[in-house]
């Protein structure tokens, strides 16, 4: 069964950054693309981008550009996102997801149990 | 980035009736690249449609999926109790994806 594990929830204070990790297994990591979706209290889901585990490129949403960082460790079988200048507006669960196949052009099929990333001063 | 505007907002709807969920894109969308989820709360989404028209592994055949272009429909035959939920749509034609904001499903 497809495992996606991901780190403990953060509480960072305005303008940090906070790194979430989602450690997958039981399939080979890389040949399904991972997206990182979050979703703030109350509100519906927003993409924020993929990463190709196989060679490592990654796309973002316009809104999270130069502000976002999706990578990957293969011998670990892990995937990251970090996320700089923290606001109170990216409070919210941040939740890694398979897509089901080896591109983008597939849709989700699993999903990690998210990370509950706070903002507060 | 194309964005998908669900409507209606909420649907207050009997067990037993039918759910007609609208999702319009603002740019063509392939409708290969449409899907839809199902979310209730405390829950991660669940993939109901894909391809705007395919069913998902272990989805009731009640959930049908149609529509091209720039306009997409998900029908809910005769709701169970369970399927009162928030429904997103999604599209992945193009290498920026983009989800509807929703349309919650509740029982009236």
């Known amino acids: 069964q497809v495992q996606l594990v991901q780190s403990g929830a953060e509480v960072k204070k305005p303008g940090a950054s906070v790194k979430v990790s989602c450690k997958a297994s039981?399939?080979?990591?890389?040949?399904?693309?991972l997206h990182w979706v979050r979703q703030a209290p109350g509100q519906g889901l927003e993409w924020m981008g993929w990463?190709?585990?196989?060679?490592?490129?990654?796309v973002y949403a316009e809104k999270f550009k130069g502000r976002v960082t999706i990578s990957r460790d293969t011998s670990i079988t892990t995937a990251y996102i970090e996320l700089s200048a923290l606001s109170s507006d990216d409070t919210a669960v941040y939740t890694c997801?398979?897509?089901?196949?080896?591109?983008?052009?597939?849709?989700?099929?699993?999903w990690g149990h998210g990370t509950l990333v706070a903002v507060s001063s | 980035e194309i964005v998908l505007t669900q409507s209606p907002g909420t649907l207050s709807l009997s067990p037993g009736e039918r759910a007609t969920l609208s999702c319009r894109a603002s740019q063509s969308v392939r409708s290969t690249f449409l899907a839809w989820y199902q979310q209730k709360p405390g829950q991660a989404p669940r993939l109901l449609i894909f391809g705007a028209s395919n069913r998902a592994t272990g989805i009731p055949d009640r959930f049908s999926g149609s529509g091209s272009g720039t306009d997409f429909t998900l029908t809910i035959n005769r709701l169970e109790p369970e399927d009162f939920a928030v429904y997103y749509c999604q599209q992945y034609d193009r290498s920026v994806w983009t989800f509807g904001q929703g349309t919650k499903v509740e029982i009236k």
């Open positions: 990463i190709n585990p196989n060679s490592g490129d990654t």
């Open positions: 997801a398979r897509g089901r196949g080896y591109s983008y052009k597939f849709p989700i099929d699993y």
């Open positions: 039981d399939y080979t990591f890389t040949n399904y693309y």
